[in-house]
């Protein structure tokens, strides 16, 4: 049987400038497969993602997504259909703001899988990362920039991912939401198949896990046991407002996740003033990402060192600093307008 893989999966659209260093931290904690989908960018990400793909760095699909389709559940089903995945592999899902962050070991994914035991996956919180007092990005989360976060009882924490091994026609990933692969109803799982984000059994009297473990998707499957809150292993670093102007330009273009009811996708405004207001935290600190710093600029600057690549990655720049620049402009002509009335 060949040896399973570490796959890392992730749905994306206009993400151009954080792509490299998003997938140089993780292939520097040990992922040996990353597929990535795309769909409909206009920022350079199409183009940086097929330099990558081209030179054996990743794997890119890209797809065009219609009005009432989900992005990332077509996302998901293109990957589902693929040969990126076997039986037997490691499987996670993060979004380009998400970075894994492991406690145990060295940090690296072989140290968590070995802390699972015999565990099919974990659960893993969240902890919001807020703008860290920047104005402007400064083009690195791994790094010192980036260390201020929520405190521990933030309710936004506790969200989570799920780290998997992935079964065949057991297990895929699912085209509802993507805090949980879709597991088969037919009781294949068991309560203690998967644990918490500090290697404890879940709270089975939770009622979206127990449902989940009997197969059935649902909204709340983002939703985690108090009981189950912790990141004693392993945490998911989310930079979910990144600075003020980037979540400005992340508004305009869109949601990517959509709700589908009766078949028809309904988008929720989710990048609003109030949202970023309410996650952007920065009354704690938390700099144990750092360990890696030094890995990831190390993959950075081998990534970029491919022509193609950079080449691709400073059209992104160009386009979103334009972009940025633009922004700026209209923020500073509005008092302006306001006054001649």
């Not at 127990?210 to 998911?236: M, S, T």
Request: proline share 4%; aromatic share 8%.
């Amino acid at each position: 049987m060949p040896e399973s893989k570490k796959v890392l999966f992730s749905a994306v659209k206009n993400e151009g400038p954080f792509l490299v260093e998003w997938i140089a931290y993780h292939k520097a904690i040990g992922f040996d497969t990353i597929l990535i989908v795309s769909n409909d960018s206009d920022d350079g990400t199409t183009e940086l993602l097929d330099a990558l793909h081209t030179a054996g760095e990743i794997q890119h699909i890209h797809h065009s997504v219609g009005p009432d389709e989900s992005p990332q559940g077509k996302a998901a089903k293109a990957a589902n259909e693929s040969s990126a995945i076997a039986d037997g592999d490691w499987v996670i899902w993060l979004d380009a703001d998400e970075f894994l962050n492991i406690h145990c070991g060295q940090g690296k994914v072989d140290d968590l899988i070995l802390s699972l035991g015999g565990a099919h996956g974990v659960l893993i919180p969240w902890r919001i990362f807020g703008d860290g007092g920047n104005k402007r990005f400064p083009g690195r989360f791994v790094s010192q920039d980036f260390s201020r976060a929520a405190d521990r009882d933030f309710a936004g924490n506790k969200i989570i991912k799920t780290f998997y091994r992935h079964r065949a026609r057991k297990t895929r990933l699912s085209e509802i939401a993507n805090h949980r692969p879709h597991l088969r109803r037919w009781k294949h799982f068991q309560g203690t198949d998967f644990v918490n984000a500090s290697g404890a059994t879940l709270n089975l009297d939770f009622f979206p896990t127990a449902r989940w473990l009997r197969g059935v998707q649902g909204k709340a499957n983002f939703r985690i046991a108090p009981e189950d809150y912790g990141w004693d292993l392993v945490q998911i670093n989310h930079y979910a407002v990144r600075t003020r102007e980037m979540f400005e330009l992340k508004a305009r273009r869109g949601r990517g996740f959509v709700n589908i009811d009766n078949g028809v996708a309904k988008r929720k405004p989710r990048h609003t003033p109030k949202f970023f207001d309410e996650h952007n935290r920065n009354e704690a600190e938390d700099r144990s990402i750092l360990r890696h710093e030094g890995a990831t600029a190390e993959q950075m600057q081998r990534l970029l060192a491919l022509p193609s690549v950079r080449h691709a990655n400073d059209l992104a720049l160009q386009i979103t600093e334009k972009r940025i620049t633009s922004q700026r402009a209209t923020a500073e002509d509005a008092p302006t307008a306001a006054s001649e009335h």
